[in-house]
């Protein structure tokens, strides 16, 4: 049980911070939008439905990075990490607080996103494009989450995570936007597969990125 | 240290038989494919590539699986060699399936196929993983990262190929496939010898840059002892 009461703490110490601060989520909400808009003037007029919903993919997985750039800054720049790393819990318990607070944050922004997008391309959202998108955020934040805590530890930083990220979300997006455009739940299936085998390998492994 | 480079040249005389034998039979022995003549002939290098490609991704990560797990000394350097092999094994799949494609599809480049779009995935995974190496001081928290991240790619492999074929599904209606006819006796044997010689060749090579990398870090110790 004190597993998930320190979960819970490490994850409320980022929402109050975001809280008090807002240093990222306005920044993600004002860049979803934005993304949206510019995506509008790249659509040719008699552009399919399905095109728009490969571009809102393009846009949940720039604003996920987006967010998760920021995503050890704090710990960075008031050097915590060290602290949270001799604190007496688990190592993983860091890894998963921080995925729950950018799950958090990146959900919010698409509660703004998705009626942004319904209101501007009218492409007809269902529920199977819901379940994509919820399924797609859990995968993006274990496994952005560890990614990002791996370039907080290098010199490149902020310009090594979309690199590092980017091959392993090539497997969400096929499965989001399959679950957008095609019929069928396996793509949904395969999403919660994607989530389910990376979850594993993230939690058990987050303790080597932060120990020597 | 001594007794493994001693085998290093044997190693490499017996890749160099092997792959001689391998091109002797794919020219004479295999008999040519009914459908696609002579430029099928380039399947007996371009697959056991592929498939040596994946063997020193898979033997990366399990050394990386042993520096994490055992702390085995050495290991993360013989990681880090075996996926560097496999990302050239990989850009050389890449070339090949190119050329594979040109010939048979007319095209340089084929989405549906899926093997090559899955190495495209894979070398642009492993390409970041040079990144994150290289932008990590020497130590053991890059070991850690460089283990943790190869992990990721033996799971990337098999998702990525489920992920691929789904694709395939709206984005490409028609799929080529490059499976011919059955391979006959002839032909089989001649791929599997191609494929021990594509595997000894990436062991002789791993050998090598490996005890050169050895020796790298031998001169910089004593130059950090003398200085």
Request: aromatic share 12%.
């Amino acid at each position: 049980m004190s597993y998930l009461a320190d979960v819970a703490t490490l994850a409320r110490k980022d929402l109050r911070l975001e809280l008090r601060a807002r240093d990222t989520l306005p920044a993600m909400l004002l860049f979803v939008v934005s993304t949206l808009v510019v995506f509008h003037f790249t659509l040719p007029r008699d552009a399919s439905r399905l095109a728009a919903f490969g571009l809102l993919w393009v846009a949940l997985v720039f604003t996920a990075l987006l967010g998760l750039t920021r995503c050890f800054a704090a710990e960075r720049e008031q050097d915590v990490m060290d602290g949270l790393v001799l604190a007496p819990s688990d190592r993983s318990a860091i890894w998963l607080g921080k995925a729950i607070s950018m799950l958090a944050f990146l959900v919010a922004a698409e509660t703004v996103a998705l009626p942004a997008f319904a209101l501007f391309f009218d492409p007809g959202i269902d529920g199977r494009t819901i379940a994509g998108v919820a399924l797609a955020d859990l995968g993006i934040c274990a496994v952005g989450t560890l990614l990002a805590g791996m370039a907080a530890a290098s010199r490149a930083r902020e310009l090594l995570l979309p690199l590092l990220f980017l091959p392993l979300a090539i497997p969400i997006v096929i499965g989001g936007v399959g679950a957008s455009v095609a019929g069928g739940s396996r793509y949904v299936e395969f999403l919660a597969l994607y989530d389910a085998i990376f979850a594993i390998i993230c939690w058990a492994s987050f303790e080597y990125v932060v120990t020597e | 240290m001594s007794s493994p480079n001693s085998r290093v040249p044997a190693l490499a005389a017996l890749a160099l038989v092997a792959m001689a034998a391998a091109v002797a039979m794919v020219a004479f022995f295999a008999p040519e494919d009914a459908d696609q003549g002579l430029s099928q002939k380039i399947f007996y290098f371009h697959v056991p590539i592929a498939l040596t490609a994946y063997a020193c991704f898979g033997w990366g990560a399990w050394k990386a699986l042993r520096h994490l797990w055992k702390r085995e000394p050495g290991a993360d350097l013989e990681s880090y060699v075996a996926i560097h092999q496999g990302v050239i094994f990989g850009a050389l799949t890449l070339v090949t399936g190119s050329i594979w494609a040109k010939i048979s599809w007319g095209v340089w480049w084929a989405w549906s196929s899926n093997q090559l779009v899955l190495f495209l995935v894979l070398f642009l995974f492993y390409a970041a993983y040079f990144m994150l190496r290289f932008s990590v001081e020497p130590g053991p928290r890059r070991a850690n990262l460089s283990a943790v991240y190869a992990l990721f790619g033996v799971a990337l492999i098999p998702v990525s190929f489920l992920a691929i074929r789904l694709a395939n599904d709206f984005i490409h209606p028609t799929v080529f496939t490059s499976n011919g006819p059955q391979m006959s006796g002839r032909m089989f044997a001649t791929f599997c010898v191609s494929w021990a010689a594509m595997l000894l060749l990436a062991g002789a090579l791993y050998h090598v840059e490996l005890a050169g990398k050895r020796l790298d870090s031998r001169l910089r110790e004593l130059r950090e002892l003398l200085a």
